[in-house]
């Protein structure tokens, strides 16, 4: 009888033990993400993260691998891009959960079925060098003829971010692929990630550019030549979402950690390391205009993630395969 009292505690220990673990994968920057989980759990005590952190891409390339052999690890996904997380609520991949928190967001800014949820917004704008003679203010503004070859951007055939920037500005009435057939003959050189193309804005080699706002923002406040325009047609975003997995093995944790993040608590954690947060009514970080400032344009991600790879082709005929 011992024994088996004794087996039967060590088993509940176990049970338990399991039950207050979740598991995230996320690709957000380490240092993000560990201030994120710490922060989770002072405001969860007893309930403990596992996260594994890497590119989106790489991400779902492991978590694709385990779906495979039957053992996909995570519990949540927190990861870069709505698009993404399109493709696997569709899948059949991902768990509907209406968080409470939702009603102070933008409905634009989450699943309507609950399937993700936004946390912040990164936008995409224009980068300049202080050293030029003529200040863009708008994306019309990267045509003119008069700054031919002095463009640089990143490729969405590299970067997530850019092809989100990509079926934005396509998808939008007034710019279009037209918009970007024009870039092409203004020479345009659309190659690599964010971090290139703000290099090459920075040294003066290519000293207009579209990049991602904190790159510009946080480089400019530590002595870097550039400025940040958030352009009057409006600016593309992405926003970090997250989704439970519809394998979770902690779906009350996973809720949690949802909540957690959408929170007005959470919510300022995103402001504290720099970027806007997605929940309404809150501020924004220094060297940013007021949220109401900042116009976002439509997106749509289930369109985005139904012309991604025609996006890609038509991209690739005009700019190259770089």
Do not use: C
Not at 164 to 183: F, K, R
Not at 227 to 255: C, D, H, L, Q
Not at 260 to 281: C, H, K, T, W
């Amino acid at each position: 009888m011992k024994t088996f009292l004794t087996t039967t505690a060590l088993a509940l220990i176990a049970s338990t033990s399991f039950a207050d673990t979740i598991t995230l994968y996320t690709s957000q920057p380490n240092a993000d993400a560990q201030k994120t989980v710490d922060a989770f759990m002072a405001a969860n005590p007893g309930t403990d993260v596992d996260w594994v952190r890497d590119g989106t891409t790489k991400l779902m390339a492991r978590l694709r691998a385990e779906i495979e052999a039957g053992s996909p690890q995570p519990d949540l996904l927190l990861i870069a891009d709505t698009v993404t997380l399109e493709g696997m609520a569709q899948d059949g991949l991902l768990t509907a959960y209406q968080s409470p928190e939702a009603t102070n967001y933008d409905s634009a800014l989450f699943s309507a079925e609950g399937f993700y949820h936004s946390t912040k917004l990164i936008t995409t704008g224009i980068v300049y060098n202080t050293g030029v003679e003529s200040a863009p203010t708008s994306w019309g503004d990267l045509t003119d003829a008069a700054i031919k070859g002095q463009i640089a951007m990143p490729s969405p055939l590299y970067s997530g971010a850019a092809l989100i920037h990509l079926a934005t500005l396509t998808g939008d009435d007034s710019l279009g692929w037209e918009y970007y057939e024009q870039l092409a003959a203004n020479e345009a050189r659309a190659q690599g990630g964010n971090g290139g193309t703000f290099k090459a804005v920075a040294s003066g080699e290519k000293p207009y550019g579209m990049v991602v706002d904190f790159l510009a923002i946080r480089n400019k406040a530590d002595g870097s030549p550039v400025e940040f325009v958030f352009p009057t047609e409006g600016v593309s975003y992405v926003t970090e979402p997250v989704a439970i997995m519809s394998t979770a093995k902690n779906v009350e944790g996973a809720e949690k950690f949802v909540d957690f993040l959408l929170s007005e608590a959470g919510q300022n954690l995103v402001l504290d390391m720099g970027y806007i947060p997605a929940r309404d009514g809150m501020g924004v970080p220094e060297g940013f205009p007021a949220r109401d400032e900042i116009k976002l344009m439509d997106f749509d991600p289930a369109v985005a993630l139904k012309n991604a790879d025609a996006n890609k082709a038509k991209f690739a005929e005009l700019f190259g395969a770089e």
